[in-house]
């Protein structure tokens, strides 16, 4: 199965951003994948809430899952919006993820669950709290080229939910983001490859990259990970299309050789005092 992942550099004119999304969504197609995934909040990088309610798509809107869903149709191929900001009432949003079909029909979407509420030093601080809600549930979208587990950028560092995803049936596992430069540099390889490691899965990581119109630089490396925890592609730092072949077949050969999955054990934590 041939899977493309796309790189962009969103920044904060939504239609300019759905462009440049869709023209290389069409190239990723006319390459022969079958798959294609795009980063956390593909339509709009933006902090400020005013502008993100103003901004942000409801379900019907031209700019936004209306324009990937006859996109999807039209090409004939399973589309997965990493992110949309999307209205879920007046005052309300959610970073959420969609899984298109080749039919143009929303099959899955996720409301990213760990919000990135972080101060890196530096003057670098997000609340993303401030901005959405945070999802309740996740999700295994089970379809006929296997099941996907959906996760958005700082899922990933929460080993549990992809535990619990694949053991649920994942047999890939979605990641895209929108990672910072330096937490990029320190963890991201290692992260996405653990989480492979971990369960067995292939692990698709669409990303954001470079320096975004409203100040953010984010990292960059899509990673395409097999589930022994090779990298078996890597974006680098330019936006456009990556392909990777992915045999599913490979998951049960990992597991096969290490099944740390069928050996889980409830944890109960003795703490002593040693002083
Ligand atoms: O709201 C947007 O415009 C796009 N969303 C993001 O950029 C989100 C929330 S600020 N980014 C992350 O979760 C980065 C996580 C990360 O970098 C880490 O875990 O180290």
């Known amino acids: 199965m041939r899977i493309a992942l796309i790189q ?17 969504i069409r190239e990723a197609a006319a390459g022969g994948a079958v798959f294609i995934s795009t980063p956390e909040t593909t339509h709009l990088m933006e902090m400020n809430r005013k502008a993100v309610l103003e901004k942000a798509c409801t379900q019907d ?37 969609f899984l298109i079909g080749p039919d143009g029909e929303i099959k899955a979407s996720y409301d990213k669950i760990h919000l990135f509420d972080v101060d890196l030093g530096g003057g670098e601080a997000y609340r993303e709290s401030a901005l959405y809600e945070g999802g309740k549930a996740a999700v295994v979208a089970k379809t006929p080229m296997g099941a996907f587990g959906l996760s958005i950028c700082y899922d990933l560092r929460f080993a549990y939910l992809y535990r619990a995803l694949a053991h649920a049936g994942a047999d890939i596992l979605l990641v895209p983001a929108a990672f910072t430069k330096p937490t ?62 992915l045999d599913l ?14 050996h889980d054990r409830d944890i109960n934590v003795t703490t002593v005092d040693a002083k």
């Open 8 to 24: 962009l550099n969103t920044g904060n004119i939504v239609a300019d951003a759905v462009t440049a999304a869709e023209s290389l």
């Open 61 to 97: 809107e031209d700019l936004g899952l209306k324009r990937f869903r006859a996109l999807a149709a039209e090409l004939g191929v399973w589309l997965h919006i990493g992110s949309l900001i999307t209205k879920v009432a007046e005052d309300r949003l959610a970073n959420r993820a």
């Open 184 to 245: 990029g540099e320190a963890h991201w390889h290692t992260l996405l490859r653990a989480r492979a490691i971990e369960t067995g899965c292939f692990v698709l990581a669409a990303a954001q990259t470079g320096h975004h119109a409203t100040g953010r630089d984010t990292f960059g490396h899509s990673l395409v990970i097999d589930p022994w925890g090779r990298v078996i592609a890597d974006a680098g730092e330019d936006v456009g299309v990556t392909y990777a072949e």
């Open 249 to 262: 077949a490979k998951c049960a050969e990992a597991r096969q050789k290490i099944p740390s999955l069928t």
